[in-house]
């Protein structure tokens, strides 16, 4: 299991009350799966993310990433962790403007310790990979939208991490570029890496083998459970209810 | 992140707002400037002060003549004379050298040439002694010349190199005022500029004509005091006893003019340690100048440094996302401010040693730029680096990475 949540609930102090972002929440994704988790915004989603990306830990329940707990870890070994087994892609891009796309694409690597030369070699492969070597001495801001999440894509992998974590990848692309960059996490998933996207939009969560739905800080609905997948092929077309264990 | 990394991504950030950079650097430049010529001018006076305490020669103590009073008679005195040395030998347990010194206004001139003004100074065979003036050539005036009232002298190095130019001058014959002597000696060149830094009035030393004191007395004669000297130097054992046995020299003459103030006492290396007091003052001026400048300095460059971290807010959220931790942001950050104090503190001490060698220039102070001086300055543009860099840092390191991620 490359990613397993069990009985995770995240709490936010809000001043003397406690909001709850998440309430014991339980999710096993496989590697090499393809998942997206869907939601309305304030669903609890992002809180979601973030813990699976390890930029957040939870405050209750037990989080393994590629079998290694995160909730005891300190920072350091967190941002290691984040470095070495998560690729994140956002919806704004985030690239870094002073840098050049090269620069960019490398910078995973100088986080992880690699050697400048190796960085270099690595980097320029995986913007080969994305068809953007000829950018490769760009600023961020001369490239276009479709360009730029691409670059992002490359940083995101650099590293070789098992899970790609994106938020709203396509959000600030047109349908047609939002179709490309699809295109390409479709590939990746083909050639093995583990893909979760996170998102409202429909039609971005059709290219996914498996959807996630979180709706008040609980899971709605998961179709990749294996009692959810029994279900769908017993009794086809009636929607499933919601799937989730209590927390012991 | 390894260093380099940090180093470029500084370079980066930093070259991104120059002028900015520049403007915040301006505090540090000017603190460190004013440490580097402060203790510039500190290094070129003490070296001076030591200069002319070996010059006057140590544990010297110097019975001056002087105008006595309008109402004391001066049939009361006879007025300083060699008789003073002598007794001051004789009565001062102390003493390990006298000389007497007579100061004559005169030239000097080799055959028929243009004569020039030089000091002549008549005095006793223990003056160089004394002094711990080296001869460099031949030999320095004796007691037999003082005995005789030969018409030998020992030149400056200056006058020596003025009239026979590199050729030997000893055994030559030069005119002093109307009267021929004979070059007995050369003295080595001393070190001593005149004017500048020092306290006590110092002659050039380098343009001095050293004949016997008798000669002198007795060439040079002023009609109304023919045995008068100017001055009378006396050395003791120790320095411990300098302070004690001026006392005792002020009571032995005392006694000897009959209560008449014909005479003035002076310790040179008393003069020289009222000087070096007032150096001090001047250092903490200085330095309390350079240490507000710095600390201004500092807090330009936190100011900037904390809005360039919240500038940056979503940088670092991105390379927290990307693997960076805490420590990294905190290195990066602290690196940044690092480099501009120190590339300030690099500014300021090529403008600080440019500023001590202007006052060299300009108002003939002794300046000289010592590593220490670059090594203690370059120390406190890395201290305000970490100093002020550590709190914008630390606040950069800490911002919540999901936070930062969403700033815009």
Known sequence: MLVDLQGVSRVYPMGATECVALHAVDIGIQSGEFVSIMGPSGSGKSTLMHLIGCLDRPTAGSYRLDGIEVRSLDDRARSQLRNRKVGFVFQSFNLIPEYDVLENVELPLVYGGVARQERRARAEALLEAVGLSARRQHRPNELSGGERQRVAVARALVHEPPLLLADEPTGNLDSRTGHEIMKLFHDLHARGTTVIIVTHDANVALWSKRTIEVRDGRIADDSGTPAAVANAEVTAGVEPGPVWREEG | ?408
């Not at chain 2, 002028?19 to 203790?39: D, H, Q, S």
């Not at chain 2, 050539?137 to 010349?145: C, K, P, S």
């Not at chain 2, 200056?158 to 030997?168: I, K």
């Open chain 2, 1 to 408: 992140m390894d260093l380099r990394e940090m180093l470029r991504s500084g370079v980066k950030s930093l070259a991104r707002h120059k002028l900015r950079t520049l403007l915040t650097m301006l505090g540090v430049i000017f603190g460190v400037a004013a440490v580097v010529a402060m203790m510039s001018i500190g290094e070129g006076a003490r070296r001076a002060a030591l200069e002319q305490i070996r010059l006057l020669g140590t544990n010297n103590i110097r019975v001056r003549a002087v105008a006595p009073p309008e109402n004391e008679g001066e049939q009361n005195s006879p007025g300083l004379t060699p008789r003073d040395a002598e007794r001051l030998r004789a009565k001062l347990p102390t003493v390990r050298a006298v000389s007497p010194l007579r100061f004559v206004e005169s030239t000097i001139a080799r055959g028929s040439e243009q004569p020039s003004a030089v000091a002549v100074v008549g005095v006793g065979a223990e003056y160089a002694v004394l002094t711990n003036a080296d001869v460099r050539r031949g030999r320095f005036v004796g007691a037999l010349d003082d005995h005789a009232a030969r018409r030998v002298c020992v030149l400056g190095d200056e006058v020596a190199r003025e009239l026979f130019g590199p050729s030997d001058a000893i055994g030559q014959e030069v005119r002093i005022g109307d009267t021929r002597f004979r070059v007995v000696g050369v003295m080595q060149r001393t070190r001593v500029r005149s004017g500048g830094t020092r306290v006590i009035e110092m002659r050039n030393f380098d343009r001095d004509v050293y004949i016997p004191l008798e000669t002198a007395l007795r060439r040079f004669t002023d009609p109304d005091f023919p045995r008068h000297i100017d001055e009378i130097a006396v050395q003791v054992s120790r320095a411990s006893d300098v302070m004690p046995s001026s006392l005792v020299v002020q009571r032995i003459m005392s006694a000897a003019h009959r209560d008449v103030a014909d005479f003035q006492i002076v310790i040179p290396e008393a003069l020289l340690a009222q000087s070096q007091r007032t150096q001090r003052i001047f250092n903490i001026v200085m330095g309390s100048i350079a240490a507000l400048s710095l600390l201004v300095g500092g807090i330009g460059i936190m100011n900037i440094m904390l809005a360039t971290v919240t500038e940056r807010t979503k940088e670092i959220g991105i390379r927290r996302a990307i693997g960076a931790s805490e420590r990294d942001i905190l290195g990066q950050f602290l690196h940044e401010t690092l480099m501009l104090s120190v590339s300030g503190g690099l500014i300021g001490i090529v403008l600080g040693a440019l500023m001590a060698f202007g006052i060299h220039l300009f108002a003939k102070w002794d300046t000289v730029l010592s590593p220490l001086a670059i090594v203690v300055s370059f120390g406190i543009a890395a201290s305000v680096g970490v100093i002020f860099g550590l709190y914008p840092a630390q606040q950069a390191a800490r911002k919540d990475p999901i936070e930062a991620l969403r700033y815009e």
